[in-house]
């Protein structure tokens, strides 16, 4: 399968953004999907996940109540609404397609990866 991370760019703090991560090649129904970022300096970070089912995987506090995940079976993608942005939300966005249906937080768990989409928020 081949994920394509889109949406990213720059946006003033507050505003949003709403990132996709399309599939191809093959379906990614069964699966849990993840969304990481990763800025300079930094660890890879899970922002956000959703299994097969559509439940979503508690987010970490740092962005628990503006990140939101959704995905559209018809479309083969999931898409991670991201709102009330701040500076320290800047990073290169990831999603990836989890080994199981389910989206666990950690990044080993998950087989294909996109190419990264950048977000910039500035102040």
């Known amino acids: 399968v081949q994920l394509q991370a889109s949406g990213g760019g720059l946006v003033q703090a507050g505003g949003s953004l709403r990132l996709s991560c399309a599939a191809s090649?093959?379906?990614?129904?069964?699966?849990?999907v993840g969304w990481f970022r990763q800025a300079p300096g930094k660890e890879r970070e899970f922002v956000g996940g959703i299994s097969w089912n559509g439940a979503s995987t508690t987010p970490p506090d740092s962005v628990k109540g503006r990140f939101t995940i959704s995905r559209d079976r018809a479309k083969n993608t999931v898409y991670l609404q991201m709102s009330s942005l701040k500076p320290e939300d800047t990073a290169v966005y990831y999603c990836?397609?989890?080994?199981?249906?389910?989206?666990?937080?950690?990044?080993?768990?998950?087989?294909?990866w996109g190419q990264g989409t950048l977000v910039t928020v500035s102040s």
């Open positions: 990836a397609s989890s080994r199981t249906s389910s989206s666990p937080t950690v990044y080993s768990q998950y087989t294909y």
């Open positions: 090649r093959r379906t990614i129904s069964n699966n849990g």
